[in-house]
């Protein structure tokens, strides 16, 4: 069954960046899978922070973190990555990397995501 890694994780002051990577191993089915990053902070619901669209190799962003974030999917190695510019305090929560089942369509709905990682830790501090 595949598994789900992600790192990169950490404490940074408001305005400076980081990078999560999720390394997916034993992947099992072809590449028809749509990817996410989720987050949860707490006392929140998990949020959807964004996703990569399989079918149009797109990715879509939450209003909140558009302009600021940016997906990307490497198919050889496995990894997907989530870059993070310009973080604000509201960003501080656990990211998670998340895998759809096969052949789902659209990329923000959340039903369709059914492996998950561990998740990383973001702390910005103001």
């Known amino acids: 069954q595949v598994q789900l890694v992600e790192s990169g994780g950490g404490l940074v002051q408001a305005g400076n960046s980081l990078k999560l990577s999720c390394t997916a191993s034993k992947w099992t089915g072809g590449s028809a899978h749509n990817m996410a990053w989720f987050r949860q902070a707490p006392g929140n619901e998990r949020e959807l922070v964004g996703c990569?669209?399989?079918?149009?190799?797109?990715?879509t962003y939450s209003n909140s973190v558009k302009g600021r974030f940016t997906i990307a999917r490497d198919y050889v190695r496995n990894i997907f990555t989530l870059q993070l510019n310009n973080l604000k305090p509201e960003d501080t929560a656990v990211y998670y990397c998340?895998?759809?089942?096969?052949?789902?369509?659209?990329?923000?709905?959340?039903?369709?995501?059914?492996?998950w990682g561990q998740g990383t830790q973001v702390t910005v501090s103001s």
């Open positions: 990569w669209r399989w079918r149009t190799q797109q990715s």
């Open positions: 998340t895998r759809s089942r096969e052949y789902a369509e659209e990329c923000t709905n959340h039903r369709d995501y059914l492996t």
